[in-house]
């Protein structure tokens, strides 16, 4: 940790992106979705744990209309 994650829309093409270090990129997956032009976006955590609860920090948040 830290960890940086990036999720770009171009058109219908959603495209999800890590990195170690917020500069050097690298390409996870992309998928075409039938969406509205205005889309509503959030961010959120699981433990992956039915029986554990997680917290997480999130900062250095940008959209880019």
Do not use: C, H
């Not at 495209?15 to 979705?33: C, D």
């Not at 039938?34 to 948040?61: E, K, P, Y």
């Amino acid at each position: 940790m830290p960890y940086w994650v990036r999720l770009e829309r171009v058109g219908s093409t959603l495209t999800s992106y890590k990195s170690a270090n917020g500069v050097s990129w690298t390409k996870i997956n992309s998928a075409s979705i039938t969406m509205a032009s205005q889309i509503t976006i959030g961010l959120a955590v699981t433990s992956g744990s039915n029986s554990a609860t997680a917290t997480a920090t999130f900062d250095n948040v940008t959209v880019v209309p």
